[in-house]
């Protein structure tokens, strides 16, 4: 929201022809607001597509999700327990390395900070 065009969204939305609103529908002239609005909150407000994946554990990096499809693959092969124990190493040192950044995180911060 910091690096959005403010006065050029004001000045647009000035410029919008809104005279379809009178002649319509309550449903259309809503629609029609708010197409127009759209339009322009997108033109002069900067946004990116985030891919938001739910996990429970925040240091399940990718390389952690790559061992564990490897694991899941090489189940019922002669494979496993190799696949199995690598897995296990690798969620143990993204842990490992997710404690350790947390905790210096921690002792940056003021005492009896609430962040």
């Known amino acids: 929201m910091k690096r959005a065009d403010w006065s050029g969204l004001k000045n647009a939305l000035a410029n919008v022809?809104?005279?379809?609103l009178r002649g319509s529908t309550a449903d259309d002239a809503?629609?029609?607001f708010m197409e127009m609005l759209w339009v322009?909150?997108?033109t002069f407000i900067p946004y990116e597509v985030?891919?938001?994946k739910k996990k429970s554990h925040p240091w399940l990096t990718t390389k952690c999700e790559d061992a564990i499809r490897n694991k899941n693959a090489a189940e019922?092969?002669?494979t496993f327990d190799e696949a199995r124990t690598k897995c296990a190493a690798v969620l143990s040192?993204?842990?490992?390395?997710?404690?350790?950044?947390?905790?210096?995180k921690i002792s940056a911060l003021?005492?009896?900070?609430k962040a």
């Open 17 to 20: 022809d809104w005279t379809p």
């Open 30 to 32: 809503a629609t029609f």
């Open 40 to 42: 322009n909150l997108c």
């Open 50 to 52: 985030v891919d938001v």
């Open 76 to 78: 019922h092969t002669s």
């Open 93 to 104: 040192e993204e842990h490992q390395k997710y404690i350790a950044a947390l905790r210096l």
């Open 110 to 113: 003021d005492k009896g900070s």
